[in-house]
């Protein structure tokens, strides 16, 4: 399945409502002037978010936000890479913050991410179906996805009106 089109056509939230209803996995890419963005669905939940120039791996996101010194994820990674140690255990190692917490950053990097894409009236999207996610992807994927129409309705109700296209 493929799916290309002008969101002016067809919302997001109608966007969120087939992939989730078809339980597709894949990329959803969007295009507008106030943006660009990208979605990872897995088995119809959202995996993971991004917005052009928003922090794309736990460097960009614990850094910036102060969880963590640039050096101590550097370290993890690295860690993680020769040692398979999961990256979530070398950066509770080397920083002291949680796997739950580190999921939770995630989760509210995803939920921005997508917000901000509900606000995104006009532009373009196409969806590939996809079994993998991709490798830069990875980082900040949830373990668990998160129902597409709870992020509806959530932008909905903080008021962006790209949420009432469904």
């Given at each position: 399945?493929?799916?290309?089109?002008?969101?002016?056509?067809?919302?997001?939230?109608?966007?969120?409502?087939?992939?989730?209803?078809?339980?597709?996995?894949?990329?959803?890419?969007?295009?507008?002037?106030?943006?660009?963005?990208?979605?990872?669905?897995?088995?119809?939940?959202?995996?993971?978010?991004?917005?052009?120039?928003?922090?794309?791996?736990?460097?960009?996101?614990?850094?910036?936000?102060?969880?963590?010194?640039?050096?101590?994820?550097?370290?993890?990674?690295?860690?993680?890479?020769?040692?398979?140690?999961?990256?979530?255990?070398?950066?509770?190692?080397?920083?002291?913050?949680?796997?739950?917490?580190?999921?939770?950053?995630?989760?509210?990097?995803?939920?921005?991410?997508?917000?901000?894409?509900?606000?995104?009236?006009?532009?373009?999207?196409?969806?590939?179906?996809?079994?993998?996610?991709?490798?830069?992807?990875?980082?900040?994927?949830?373990?668990?996805?998160?129902?597409?129409?709870?992020?509806?309705?959530?932008?909905?109700?903080?008021?962006?009106?790209?949420?009432?296209d469904s």
């Open positions: 399945m493929s799916l290309v089109g002008s969101l002016e056509d067809l919302g997001l939230g109608d966007i969120f409502q087939i992939v989730s209803l078809s339980r597709k996995s894949g990329l959803l890419l969007l295009r507008s002037d106030q943006g660009d963005g990208r979605i990872v669905f897995r088995d119809g939940l959202v995996r993971a978010a991004y917005v052009k120039g928003e922090p794309e791996d736990l460097r960009g996101l614990l850094v910036p936000g102060g969880f963590a010194a640039a050096d101590q994820v550097e370290e993890a990674v690295e860690v993680s890479r020769e040692s398979g140690v999961s990256l979530d255990e070398a950066i509770a190692e080397r920083t002291g913050i949680p796997a739950e917490r580190l999921d939770s950053l995630r989760r509210e990097h995803v939920e921005r991410a997508v917000i901000a894409m509900f606000s995104w009236r006009a532009g373009e999207f196409s969806f590939e179906v996809r079994s993998e996610i991709e490798d830069r992807d990875v980082e900040l994927a949830l373990p668990f996805g998160i129902n597409p129409q709870y992020l509806s309705m959530e932008a909905a109700r903080l008021g962006d009106e790209g949420g009432d």
